[in-house]
């Protein structure tokens, strides 16, 4: 039923500009075939989730490949969700993460792009002017039922059997003359307003899901909301008109929004306007109890972006990680091409995991070990350095005091060393990894090093540590080093090795070379293992050698 203008200004006031001038404002995109026009569309209600970021990169991806525009738009028409500081922090995440959007906002005053606005609050107004030009056309309709009317609709749908929703016959207002809706206004009754759903009967149809092929769905005949009483559009609504005016191609989101597809064509179609390709992304899963489960907002803190940076993952770590996610070949890309990045992969949004990627903290790991095996010292001090500024003020002083020992410390099996270590997978686990390598930190008791030497008599351990101190020279080159390790062993009854022991029980060996090296690191690391021990040796310093050794 079409709505005079005098109505239609009454329900949404005057001075809103015509559709006709909004179109002018927003010309087609000039794309050359093949080109795609992605973005992402977060609502800033809270943190990042790691699947927004996932989908971010998924977006980008299919954007920057085809040599098309990467959106970013805000989603803020629900106000009463809203956090505060959630859109800077959704677009500094993007930053970090160097998934660069062509087109969005910067911050709050400035953005890039000419489709814009891209926060749909400052967008009132486009929305407004379709609003009533629906209205006009009789697509949308003004719905004056209160909370309580449509809480009894829903008890008595519930009670009856009945679908719940507003649609056919429980669509009360849908109906409504001028007279009645004057009334209503008269009355000061608020009011939302409301799509009018050209179906009268659920038919199936098919839609084409660019992630999930060919599904069938109802024909949405529900009279969903598009306004609300604070005159903002829904999501529904707002993603069409943003959509259709941003030119957008490809709308790839969370699968949660797979059900609203039949509506969303159908809005399109109502319009005559052409919908983009839709691709529902499958939720990040993980673990629990052996059973799948979608990584939770509220039960994992791993499901926030912040965590990887707290943790300090590096940023490339956790996007190859998230592109393994999407797809599983890029893991062998990276292998065979170290040099390149996920940039120079080709991703194919049909090889999407459709039925949830799993989340798998020991792969992470293993990426991030590999990736921080190909930095330098230098690199990863650095980035070290970075993450303690705002994680770890205690870590920065330190390594403000003693920058040069740190480079030191991180460069044991790195520079200059034909196999690098593979041990260090996010910035907080380093400090902990290199304590003993400062005295405030090394709180060894000789109790302890005789507990950690089981194998070992008291007696023995003393020895060692009393003789070894006179052979120690700071001087000595690694083979040399070694050699006096292993004279020094062989001379005062070690084996060479186990297999040495096994074959000459008569000899009473008291252990092996390899015991006698683990003498030394015990007593200057406090750990049975550690990186190469010369290495380390040289690095800590003769001083806190021979003190060390000196313990027991
Ligand atoms: N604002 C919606 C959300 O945060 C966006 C869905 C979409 O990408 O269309 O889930």
């Not at 489709?115 to 056309?137: F, H």
């Not at 940039?343 to 798998?360: A, C, V």
């Not at 200057?524 to 040289?538: A, C, F």
Request: negative net charge.
């Amino acid at each position: 039923m079409a709505l005079s203008d005098e109505i239609v200004d009454r329900l949404m006031g005057e001075g809103i500009p015509s559709v006709e001038e909004i179109e002018k404002k927003y010309p087609p995109r000039m794309l050359s075939e093949g080109q795609c026009v992605t973005r992402i569309a977060p609502s800033p209600t809270g943190f990042m989730h790691l699947g927004s970021v996932y989908a971010a990169l998924i977006s980008e991806r299919v954007a920057h490949q085809s040599g098309g525009v990467f959106m970013l738009r805000i989603e803020d028409t629900d106000t009463k969700r809203e956090v505060e500081g959630a859109a800077e922090f959704i677009i500094k995440a993007l930053g970090d993460f160097d998934l660069k959007f062509d087109e969005g906002p910067l911050n709050d005053k400035q953005e890039v792009g000419s489709y814009g606005p891209y926060v749909q609050s400052q967008r009132k107004e486009i929305y407004q002017a379709y609003i009533k030009e629906w209205l006009k056309k009789g697509l949308a309709y003004p719905c004056f039922c209160s909370e309580e009317e449509i809480d009894a609709m829903r008890e008595r749908q519930s009670k009856t059997g009945g679908r719940p929703g507003y649609y056919g016959m429980w669509a009360k207002c849908r109906n409504l003359n001028e007279e009645q809706i004057k009334a209503n206004l008269d009355a000061g009754k608020p009011f939302v307003i409301r799509f009018r759903s050209p179906v009268k009967y659920m038919y199936k149809i098919a839609i084409e899901d660019v992630c999930r092929g060919k599904r069938f769905f109802p024909e949405n005949d529900l009279d969903i909301v598009i306004m609300k009483s604070d005159k903002l559009p829904t999501y529904h609504f707002a993603h069409l008109v943003d959509d259709h005016l941003m030119g957008t191609t490809h709308v790839l989101r969370g699968d949660e929004w797979l059900s609203s597809l039949p509506l969303h064509i159908q809005l399109f179609q109502v319009m005559g306007w052409n919908p983009p390709k839709y691709g529902h992304i499958a939720p990040i899963q993980k673990l629990e109890d052996e059973a799948r489960r979608k990584l939770s907002k509220r039960k994992d803190p791993e499901a926030n972006i912040a965590f990887y940076g707290e943790k300090g993952y590096p940023k490339e770590v956790v996007i190859n990680y998230l592109m393994n996610l999407a797809n599983s070949d890029f893991e062998d890309f990276i292998r065979a091409n170290p040099d390149k990045n996920y940039r120079d992969f080709e991703f194919k949004i049909e090889r999407l995991n459709n039925s949830g990627p799993l989340l798998d903290f020991v792969k992470l790991e293993n990426i991030s070990k590999e990736f921080i095996a190909t930095l330098s010292a230098d690199e990863l001090y650095d980035r070290l350095y970075d993450w303690a500024v705002k994680y770890d003020r205690n870590l920065q002083k330190l390594m403000d005091e003693k920058s040069n020992y740190f480079k030191q410390i991180l460069n044991i099996e790195r520079g200059n060393c034909d196999r690098v270590r593979k041990d260090y997978y996010m910035m907080s686990a380093i400090y902990p990894e290199i304590k003993y390598f400062f005295d405030d930190e090394f709180k060894l008791t000789a109790e302890d090093v005789f507990e950690l030497l089981p194998n070992l008599s008291r007696d023995d351990v003393k020895f060692i540590a009393d003789e070894y101190v006179n052979l120690y020279n700071p001087a000595d080159s690694k083979e040399e080093w070694f050699a006096k390790v292993k004279e020094f062993a062989l001379a005062n009854g070690y084996a060479k090795n186990a297999k040495e022991i096994t074959k000459n029980p008569e000899m009473a060996y008291k252990g092996t070379v390899s015991d006698v090296a683990t003498v030394l690191r015990v007593l200057i690391t406090g750990r049975r293992e550690s990186p190469d021990l010369y290495s380390i040796m040289q690095v800590i310093g003769n001083e806190r050698v021979i003190s060390r050794l000196k313990l027991i």
